[in-house]
């Protein structure tokens, strides 16, 4: 039953999801997650409530 069941697009081929994730990586929430997520990466129990308030505004410090 499983094996029948088959992806049928390919994401690294298709045009349509490269314009997609390409529009997704220059959108400003996820350039703003984005440094969110490499600051508490670095930050281990160590960010400061400040800089992430100046990541959130586009201001960031970091």
């Known amino acids: 039953m499983f094996l029948t069941c088959r992806k049928k697009v390919d994401a690294k081929s298709c045009k349509k999801y490269a314009k997609f994730f390409k529009a997704l990586r220059s959108a ?23 800089v992430l308030k100046e990541i959130f505004q586009c201001q960031p410090r970091y």
Do not use: R
């Open 28 to 50: 400003s929430e996820f350039q703003k997650l984005a440094k969110i997520v490499a600051y508490l990466k670095e930050k281990t129990y160590n960010a400061q409530e400040g």
